[in-house]
């Protein structure tokens, strides 16, 4: 019997041991991952991190992050305070965001959710799992007035949740109606509904990024003219970089309406395919180091130095031409029984990127070289059902249904018959 006792005893031990010993793993994990990505995210930007008032645990963990960067007079930091829980599996966080911008002309520091905004700190959570590297991050931005000689502002809140691994995220969320009034005109916008993903897979060589935005409704009125409201505005864009880098756009307007009557509604697709995704990164990584070398800050950049970086880049630019880039319009509609219109089309556009080094991109704002990259364009265009009043203006029948526009070597034919204006 002491024996059985003696083994359950152990068993216990060893339990109880074992499970402080991967609170104390989670806890160093937690601890290393955090400095490694804050120092990832430092090195990447024009930004000073500190993390201070920092306790360490097994079972709990608190501190504080401090995000700051130079913004002309006003520089502003960017306060996070957190509190973790550790667990085996996970480590669950939770914390607030606070904006602080300095007064100009003074040591003050003032709060943006408190001093500016009459409204509560944001809140977050997340939770991180110690073994699929998995993670979920949650932020609450709740509601808040504004109030000035600008009219009244008012920001009915918003949730954001980011989830994932580093190399595989979606960002998804509601941003609430945001209105603006002032005296009898005002304008309101929203929800606005969020749904996108980021990856990076073999060895972060491929780059896949998808973006949409659905707008479900925008209502402007004014005494000075009709109300006017757009429903399901739609904008989608996806940028794929192996090989090649492909670009994709979407937009489409569900219904547009001035004073309660249907006005018009619509689409466009159309992407970007054939630039060499090695120049791309080449690209990339030389503006990068060129930027760094002149301040790190784009904006700060005087005109001499524009040009120095220009003309620095110029000949990786001219590289990403190598493979002559292809511009397809997959579709456009446009639709209005108010105006009578029902139209669409589809073409493609291709510039000939063969010896592409020997152009100058200087030529490009000089109306007497712009030829050689001019003649480079080629495509064809395809017009259904044209409006009269523009069948009228291109001096086509009225009764034309289909228009066939060609560019050869950059000029513009119309049906086969040359137009007077050039493409560039």
Not at 116 to 127: E, G, S
Not at 186 to 209: A, C, F, K, M, T
Not at 335 to 345: H, I, P, Q, V, Y
């Amino acid at each position: 019997m002491r024996k059985r006792w003696l083994a359950v005893a152990a068993v216990a031990v060893l339990g109880v041991g074992g499970y402080l010993a991967a609170l104390a793993y989670s806890s160093t994990l937690f601890e290393r991952e955090l400095a490694l990505g804050l120092a990832r995210v430092e090195a990447q930007g024009d930004w000073r991190i500190v993390r201070d008032d920092v306790e360490r645990g097994w079972f709990h963990s608190r501190g504080q992050i401090a995000v700051s960067a130079d913004a002309g007079e006003s520089p502003w930091t960017l306060s996070i305070p957190y509190r973790a829980s550790h667990g085996v599996l996970h480590t669950r966080l939770h914390g607030s965001l606070q904006v602080l911008q300095s007064v100009p002309g003074s040591a003050e520091m003032r709060t943006l959710f408190g001093d500016r905004l009459t409204a509560a700190r944001p809140r977050w959570t997340a939770t991180v799992g110690h073994l699929d590297r998995r993670g979920e991050v949650r932020l609450d931005v709740p509601a808040f007035e504004l109030t000035g000689d600008a009219g009244r502002f008012a920001f009915t809140g918003a949730e954001l949740d980011l989830e994932g691994r580093i190399d595989d995220l979606r960002l998804t969320g509601q941003v609430s109606p945001v209105r603006w009034q002032r005296d009898a005109t005002e304008l309101s916008v929203g929800p606005l509904y969020i749904n996108n993903r980021y990856r990076l897979v073999d060895r972060r060589r491929i780059y896949h990024q998808r973006n949409e935005l659905i707008l479900d409704r925008l209502e402007y009125r004014s005494p000075a003219r009709a109300p006017l409201t757009l429903s399901n505005l739609r904008y989608a864009d996806e940028t794929r970089l192996d090989d090649q880098l492909r670009l994709a756009v979407s937009l489409s307007l569900a219904k547009a309406a001035l004073a309660g009557q249907p006005l018009l509604s619509g689409h466009l697709d159309l992407h970007l395919e054939r630039i060499d995704g090695g120049a791309v990164r080449r690209l990339v990584a030389a503006a990068g180091a060129s930027l760094q070398r002149l301040g790190g800050d784009p904006a700060a950049l005087d005109d001499r130095q524009r040009r120095r970086l220009l003309a620095e880049l110029e000949p990786r630019i001219l590289a990403l031409l190598a493979d002559s880039p292809h511009l397809v319009l997959e579709g456009a509609s446009l639709d209005s029984d108010l105006l009578g219109m029902s139209t669409r089309g589809h073409g493609e556009l291709t510039f000939d990127g063969r010896d592409s080094r020997r152009l100058s991109l200087d030529a490009l704002a000089d109306p007497a070289r712009r030829e050689t990259w001019r003649r480079r364009l080629d495509g064809r265009f395809v017009w259904f059902d044209v409006p009269t009043l523009v069948a009228m203006q291109l001096g086509l029948p009225v009764s034309k249904d289909r228009v066939v526009l060609t560019v050869e070597s950059g000029r513009l034919r119309l049906d086969g018959r040359p137009l007077s204006a050039d493409l560039l």
